[in-house]
């Protein structure tokens, strides 16, 4: 069948792209960005996209798949030279499903794109070697391929059905049991500075109660920070930097919350910066005292049952898993992150950028230090069921890319096993750098 749909020349270059792209998919500039002077929009029949899995015969009917019959692709595997397989989610005895790497999606917004593309049509970013994620779930191909999702395709008698967005949550009340938070946390000096002190301050704990048969709410707090200065500085304001944020958070937010009282989005956002900034007093007046320059990155996570609250000062990350993708939440405050906002280098480049280390942020700096919160417009990022977040230092993000972080996390271990494996990861990278993890799984 085909379709009868507008092409959209690019004024800039003149390569024809979808109708509806924002970006061209050939030299990746913006459409709003047009001459005022463009080819006219004109119509045209054409074949359905080429990314479109190609048709197949309809199988013969086959019986009901077992355990031993449902296909096992193993990591690595690919279908159709655009799937990538990177793990096996589940099985049961009908379906199978995995996670996988879509060669024609893009990482940033997850827009489907053509292979010869370039640059992704609905955000501009330059697709490389990064792509996005998606669901495949195998079954048994059925008789009549009439009743097939229209996203799917067959190899070899199976139906491969493909899920571009993360699966719809259930109806059902979310922790009907309550929120329950299980966390691992790790930190290690790194193969290049073992014989010096670890620079990195690592703080995380859960708090639950119950008083008279009543749950009272779910209370974490999660930090990680990155000291500057060298030994006898860094360590010293990474940690007065923690302990006065957590003694500050105990008596604004976590006692009062574990007393019954509730504590709302403004309140709670309000007391981590006041926590924040006294952290950012005390290193200060540390590096007066002392004489010297020291100072200290900080990343943060405040859960409040299924609500999180996320700061960050300098270039500590934390990063949000929650259905089928992973994200960063934290913006870095360094002069790289500066350069790829300005688009004078590439998002890559700051891994090997002679200047990634310089920080523009820190606590202990300036006698006030600017806090950056999220969700950055108000109120708090709601924690669905099995969501995960990962807090570490440069140490850690690197030397283990993205893509290696979010397959991390997607595995079934305990978060204190992933610690372990993410900072292995890191030395074996080359452990450059002092290395720090948190990891907090989010359960019923």
């Given amino acids: 069948?085909?379709?009868?749909?507008?092409?959209?020349?690019?004024?800039?270059?003149?390569?024809?792209?979808?109708?509806?792209?924002?970006?061209?998919?050939?030299?990746?500039?913006?459409?709003?960005?047009?001459?005022?002077?463009t080819e006219p929009v004109v119509d045209a029949v054409v074949s359905p996209p080429t990314d479109a899995p190609p048709a197949q015969p309809e199988p013969s009917p086959t019986p009901a798949a077992s355990p031993e019959t449902l296909p096992r692709l193993?990591?690595?595997?690919?279908?159709?030279?655009?799937?990538?397989?990177?793990?096996?989610?589940?099985?049961?005895?009908?379906?199978?499903?995995?996670?996988?790497r879509d060669a024609l999606r893009c990482a940033a917004c997850h827009a489907e794109n053509q292979p010869d593309d370039h640059f992704c049509g609905d955000c501009g970013r330059e697709l490389g070697e990064t792509r996005g994620a998606c669901i495949l779930e195998a079954r048994r191909a059925p008789p009549d391929m009439t009743r097939a999702p229209p996203n799917a395709f067959i190899v070899d008698?199976?139906?491969?059905?493909?899920?571009?967005?993360?699966?719809?949550?259930?109806?059902?009340?979310?922790?009907?049991?309550?929120?329950?938070?299980?966390?691992?946390?790790?930190?290690?000096?790194?193969?290049?500075?073992?014989?010096?002190?670890?620079?990195?301050?690592?703080?995380?704990?859960?708090?639950?109660?119950?008083?008279?048969?009543?749950?009272?709410?779910?209370?974490?707090?999660?930090?990680?920070?990155?000291?500057?200065?060298?030994?006898?500085?860094?360590?010293?304001?990474?940690?007065?930097?923690?302990?006065?944020?957590?003694?500050?958070?105990?008596t604004r937010v976590i006692a009062r919350a574990l007393a019954g009282e509730a504590i709302g989005a403004d309140a709670a956002r309000d007391a981590i910066k006041a926590a924040i900034q006294a952290g950012n007093t005390a290193v200060y007046q540390l590096a007066r005292e002392k004489q010297v320059d020291m100072g200290t990155t900080i990343t943060l996570a405040l859960i409040v049952n299924d609500n999180a609250y996320i700061a960050n000062v300098g270039d500590s990350r934390t990063y949000l898993?929650?259905?089928?993708?992973?994200?960063?939440?934290?913006?870095?405050?360094?002069?790289?992150?500066?350069?790829?906002?300005?688009?004078?280098?590439?998002?890559?480049?700051i891994y090997t950028h002679p200047h990634r280390n310089v920080i523009l942020r820190s606590l202990g700096a300036h006698e006030r230090v600017e806090i950056d919160l999220f969700p950055a417009d108000g109120g708090a990022i709601?924690?669905?069921?099995?969501?995960?977040?990962?807090?570490?230092?440069?140490?850690?993000?690197?030397?283990?890319?993205?893509?290696?972080?979010e397959r991390a996390l997607f595995a079934t271990d305990a978060p204190q096993a992933i610690c372990e494996r993410l900072i292995a990861s890191a030395n074996e990278a080359g452990g450059e750098d002092n290395i720090s993890a948190v990891v907090v799984s989010v359960g019923e």
């Fill in 382 to 405: 709601k924690l669905p069921p099995g969501a995960r977040l990962l807090l570490c230092c440069d140490g850690l993000w690197e030397m283990v890319r993205d893509d290696d972080l």
């Fill in 1 to 37: 069948m085909e379709l009868l749909l507008q092409d959209q020349p690019c004024p800039f270059c003149g390569a024809q792209n979808r109708a509806g792209a924002k970006f061209c998919h050939t030299c990746g500039k913006s459409f709003g960005d047009s001459p005022t002077s």
């Fill in 157 to 250: 008698a199976w139906l491969y059905v493909i899920q571009f967005e993360p699966p719809q949550v259930e109806t059902k009340k979310k922790f009907p049991r309550g929120v329950h938070l299980a966390f691992g946390c790790k930190s290690d000096p790194g193969l290049a500075r073992g014989d010096a002190p670890d620079e990195d301050s690592v703080f995380a704990a859960a708090f639950s109660a119950i008083y008279e048969s009543n749950a009272q709410p779910t209370v974490g707090l999660f930090i990680v920070a990155d000291g500057i200065g060298g030994s006898d500085a860094g360590e010293v304001a990474s940690k007065a930097g923690v302990q006065t944020v957590v003694a500050e958070l105990t």
């Fill in 74 to 100: 193993t990591p690595g595997a690919r279908l159709f030279n655009r799937f990538e397989i990177i793990e096996t989610l589940e099985a049961t005895n009908a379906v199978t499903r995995y996670r996988a």
């Fill in 321 to 349: 898993l929650a259905g089928a993708k992973m994200e960063q939440i934290t913006q870095d405050h360094s002069l790289v992150a500066n350069l790829v906002a300005t688009g004078e280098i590439q998002p890559e480049d």
